[in-house]
């Protein structure tokens, strides 16, 4: 299995670089470590992360003179699979 590193160095070659990396979900968005482990290497693409900022877990966690923006969004997964959920069997039901 490929490391998320891997991952977002693929993506970053395939798409001719970075603008802004986001840290989202439950893991993503409360875990300093893991964001850490995850960016840990990725300098080359220009991510420089600000350890205040994510310690504090803020939603901009990179430095002013980071040339990839890291982000963190809080995001509620059981509402948004609720919502699917709901449209889905709307759409079904009108049928």
């Known amino acids: 299995m490929l490391s998320n590193q891997k991952w977002i160095g693929f993506f970053a070659a395939v798409l001719g670089g970075l603008d802004t990396l986001v ?3 439950g893991i993503g968005a409360h875990s300093p470590e ?3 482990k995850i960016c840990d290497g990725l300098g080359f693409l220009g991510i420089e992360l600000d350890e ?3 310690m504090n877990n803020e939603g901009i966690i990179s430095t002013e003179a980071s040339k990839v923006n890291v982000c963190v969004i809080t995001t509620n997964e059981e509402v948004m699979i609720a919502r699917q959920v709901n449209n889905v069997l709307n ?3 009108k049928k």
Do not use: A, Y
């Open 34 to 36: 893991v964001r850490n």
């Open 91 to 93: 759409k079904s039901t």
């Open 52 to 54: 205040i900022k994510k």
């Open 23 to 25: 840290f989202s979900g």
